[in-house]
């Protein structure tokens, strides 16, 4: 135990800050910030939600290519803004993980515009093809995780600043604690990929463990 | 171990991935290798093809998480992304085998809940020297 007045060493595993920092240990113990237990969570459920949101974005593009014909050059287009926002948010979303670079101003507002098209896509008919309803509300949600969390985010990194080095409040979360927090956000994040999906025409041909064999669309079916 | 994420997701999930690749040769016996008609897991339906990639990534998993933090991240990474590549790619080939992931069954769910967890935590956590060596 350092005595009062020295240095005491504490290492942070967690995300971009994890160096072992010095702290002195004659702090005062100052309360520690909501936000710092929940962060890595949070920053892991947000970077599940982005997977999850390119996923769906790239199965629209797969039906509105299925759809389009040489007659309706406006489902190509559709189909490739959406395939390129879903591999966007895929591409985003590693390097949110792995580099820890967050969304910056333009990401933001392509966020929101993209949570108002999947908006306009579900209440406005003739604005996307025709029965991706539930695709749509499933990329619309995951959209908004995606803005929620990353706001919230913004809100915990901004608070902790004005405290503690951010590397000490990080040194008391319990990896097993987090990953129990992360696999529930990661079913959350999993049970509304994957009904969205399978309403797109992608899930009318998807091979069952037990079907092999048996492509005609429709014939699966699960929803 | 217990300090790094990376190490204690890899064990857990390697043990349950190799405890279901043997249960599911105990269900498929009489099931053809590869096949068509499977026999059911639990929620999961499974045919002695499953139950080798089972075992297979179980084994991957448990042997990187008991080994080290950078082999845990490097394995978890690679599964999740392999799994979500492929599910992706099969988005786009509709009448190819390839096509498994867009199915709204339990299975399913699980499986690409742990593709996005493995991969994330593969890349986000651990990154440091310090729990390198953890």
Same mark, same amino acid.
């Given at each position: 135990?350092?005595?009062?007045?020295?240095?005491?060493?504490?290492?942070?595993?967690?995300?971009?800050?994890?160096?072992?920092?010095?702290?002195?240990?004659?702090?005062?113990?100052?309360?520690?910030? &909501?936000?710092?237990?929940?962060?890595?969570?949070?920053?892991?459920?947000?970077?599940?939600?982005?997977?999850?949101?390119?996923?769906?974005?790239?199965?629209?593009?797969?039906?509105?290519?299925?759809?389009?014909?040489?007659?309706?050059?406006?489902?190509?287009?559709?189909?490739?803004?959406?395939?390129?926002?879903?591999?966007?948010?895929?591409?985003?979303?590693?390097?949110?993980?792995?580099?820890? %670079?967050?969304?910056?101003?333009?990401?933001?507002?392509?966020?929101?515009?993209?949570?108002?098209?999947?908006?306009?896509?579900?209440?406005?008919?003739?604005?996307?093809?025709?029965?991706?309803?539930?695709?749509?509300?499933?990329?619309?949600?995951?959209?908004?995780?995606?803005?929620?969390?990353?706001?919230?985010?913004?809100?915990?990194?901004?608070?902790?600043?004005?405290?503690?080095?951010?590397?000490?409040?990080?040194?008391?979360?319990?990896?097993? %604690?987090?990953?129990?927090?992360?696999? &529930?956000?990661?079913?959350?994040?999993?049970?509304?990929?994957?009904?969205?999906?399978?309403?797109?025409?992608?899930?009318?041909?998807?091979?069952?463990?037990?079907?092999?064999?048996?492509?005609?669309?429709?014939?699966?079916?699960?929803? | 171990?217990?300090?790094?994420?990376?190490?204690?997701?890899?064990?857990?999930?390697?043990?349950?991935?190799?405890?279901?690749?043997?249960?599911?040769?105990?269900?498929?016996?009489?099931?053809?290798?590869?096949?068509?008609?499977?026999?059911?897991?639990?929620?999961?339906?499974?045919?002695? #093809?499953?139950?080798?990639?089972?075992?297979?990534?179980?084994?991957?998993?448990?042997?990187?998480?008991?080994?080290?933090?950078?082999?845990?991240?490097?394995?978890?990474?690679?599964?999740?992304?392999?799994?979500?590549?492929?599910?992706?790619?099969?988005?786009?080939? #509709?009448?190819?085998?390839?096509?498994?992931?867009?199915?709204?069954?339990?299975?399913?769910?699980?499986?690409?809940?742990?593709?996005?967890? #493995?991969?994330?935590?593969?890349?986000?956590?651990?990154?440091?020297?310090?729990?390198?060596?953890?």
């Amino acid at each position: 135990m350092p005595r009062n007045g020295e240095a005491g060493h504490v290492t942070a595993g967690y995300g971009a800050i994890v160096l072992p920092v010095s702290v002195p240990s004659d702090l005062p113990a100052a309360p520690r910030p &909501a936000g710092s237990q929940a962060s890595p969570a949070v920053r892991l459920v947000t970077g599940f939600a982005g997977f999850g949101a390119g996923s769906v974005n790239l199965a629209i593009s797969s039906s509105s290519l299925a759809s389009a014909g040489a007659s309706n050059p406006g489902l190509l287009i559709a189909a490739a803004v959406a395939g390129l926002w879903g591999l966007a948010l895929l591409a985003g979303a590693v390097l949110f993980l792995a580099r820890d %670079r967050p969304a910056g101003r333009p990401g933001q507002y392509a966020l929101a515009a993209a949570a108002a098209a999947h908006l306009g896509a579900i209440v406005l008919p003739g604005f996307a093809p025709a029965g991706l309803g539930l695709t749509q509300l499933s990329a619309l949600l995951l959209t908004l995780m995606i803005i929620a969390s990353l706001a919230w985010l913004r809100r915990a990194e901004g608070s902790r600043d004005r405290r503690l080095p951010a590397a000490s409040q990080r040194a008391g979360i319990r990896p097993g %604690r987090l990953l129990l927090a992360a696999f &529930a956000g990661a079913v959350l994040v999993a049970g509304i990929t994957t009904p969205g999906l399978a309403a797109s025409t992608a899930g009318q041909y998807a091979v069952p463990h037990g079907e092999h064999g048996n492509l005609s669309p429709g014939g699966h079916h699960q929803h | 171990m217990r300090n790094s994420p990376n190490r204690l997701i890899a064990t857990v999930f390697g043990a349950v991935y190799l405890l279901v690749g043997l249960l599911g040769f105990a269900v498929t016996s009489g099931v053809g290798f590869a096949a068509t008609e499977g026999a059911n897991l639990i929620i999961f339906e499974v045919n002695p #093809l499953h139950n080798v990639i089972h075992l297979a990534i179980g084994a991957a998993l448990l042997f990187a998480g008991l080994r080290g933090t950078a082999g845990a991240r490097t394995v978890n990474a690679t599964v999740g992304a392999v799994y979500l590549l492929v599910g992706i790619v099969g988005l786009f080939l #509709l009448n190819s085998p390839l096509n498994i992931i867009a199915l709204n069954g339990a299975d399913n769910v699980l499986h690409l809940a742990s593709a996005v967890l #493995l991969l994330g935590v593969g890349l986000s956590l651990d990154k440091s020297p310090a729990t390198a060596r953890a």
